[in-house]
């Protein structure tokens, strides 16, 4: 079931939290959203699940706009918020017994919906504890099993590994991926490395406008733009190496990362490649080349560049 967002606006009096947004998730694709506080990501996930409306523009959920039947797109979509409300005092499994009901599954499927649910989520251990007696990490669980109760063709998770460790961190991130290859998925996050290992595609949002789209991979090909090269000489004097890097012709900027271990950071013009002038310029000199590799962006570079006032 396809989610298609089409030039949505939200406005707060004068304020655009979102502006004239566009963008599609596929069946089957994990989307990470991402952006800094106040980007407009938890406005847009709102939009999507029928919790507040757009003052301009149309979502369409499985060709269901949500302008002409909500109810039937809440039906479809499994929603973490990222507050995660439930109530605390009661037992997990009186919970999630109350959310089937809420979401009208037959009676007599609802022990067989809970105990899957239980058993994906891990709570064997926790299902008979009050929600209040529960830690930050199962409380997540539990709203991840809230969320997927009704077995819901979409699910919108607002930073759902929120106050886990790092064991529960791996566990919910191969959750979602499974998750994933039958549902379509959109997933905010501050964790830029969970993104990159659980999503299929990235979207980053900064004040309400889409300013990148596309794999970990593609993002960082065009913030790249030029080669980046950690190299590596011995048997060469300090000041004679780093002035003959300097005189390469492809070489913008020469750059040193240890004067003791002659290491440097070379960056080559635009469109140009130097790590056949580099090796060259080593023969010619009779030094050792000890390290010529390029140097990947980061996504948390490629974010800061982005989302920068």
């Avoid at 304020?15 to 994990?30: L, P």
């Avoid at 959310?99 to 649910?117: C, F, N, P, Q, Y």
């Avoid at 789209?213 to 790249?224: H, N, S, V």
Wanted: charged share 25%.
């Amino acid at each position: 079931m396809d989610i298609v967002v089409e030039n949505i606006t939200k406005r707060y009096g004068q304020q655009r939290a979102v502006d004239n947004v566009s963008f599609q998730v596929k069946t089957g694709e994990i989307l990470g959203f991402l952006g800094p506080n106040g980007a407009g990501k938890s406005t847009t996930m709102k939009a999507i699940t029928c919790y507040l409306s757009p003052n301009e523009g149309d979502i369409k959920v499985g060709g269901v706009s949500i302008h002409d039947n909500p109810e039937t797109i809440k039906m479809n979509i499994g929603y973490l918020p990222e507050s995660n409300p439930l109530y605390t005092d009661m037992p997990v499994i009186d919970y999630l017994k109350f959310i089937a009901e809420l979401h009208g599954i037959e009676k007599s499927k609802t022990k067989d919906r809970i105990r899957e649910m239980v058993d994906i989520c891990g709570l064997e251990g926790e299902k008979h504890k009050k929600i209040a007696e529960l830690s930050k990490g199962y409380r997540q669980r539990v709203g991840l099993a809230q969320a997927l109760i009704h077995d819901p063709q979409v699910l919108v998770l607002d930073e759902p590994t929120t106050g886990l460790d790092p064991n529960q961190i791996i566990e919910i991130r191969e959750l979602i991926r499974k998750i994933g290859k039958e549902k379509t998925v959109l997933l905010s996050s501050h964790i830029l490395a969970e993104v990159e290992a659980t999503c299929d595609r990235i979207l980053i949002i900064n004040k309400g406008k889409i300013v990148a789209d596309g794999t970990a991979g593609d993002l960082r090909k065009k913030a790249q733009g030029r080669e980046i090269l950690k190299v590596g000489i011995e048997n060469g004097n300090f000041n004679e190496v780093f002035k003959a890097l300097q005189g390469i012709n492809t070489v913008e900027i020469v750059d040193f990362i240890s004067k003791s271990g002659n290491t440097f950071e070379v960056q080559s013009k635009v469109g140009e490649s130097s790590k056949r002038a580099v090796f060259q310029t080593c023969v010619d000199n009779g030094w050792f080349l000890t390290e010529l590799t390029p140097t990947e962006t980061k996504l948390e570079d490629i974010f800061r560049e982005l989302t920068a006032n």
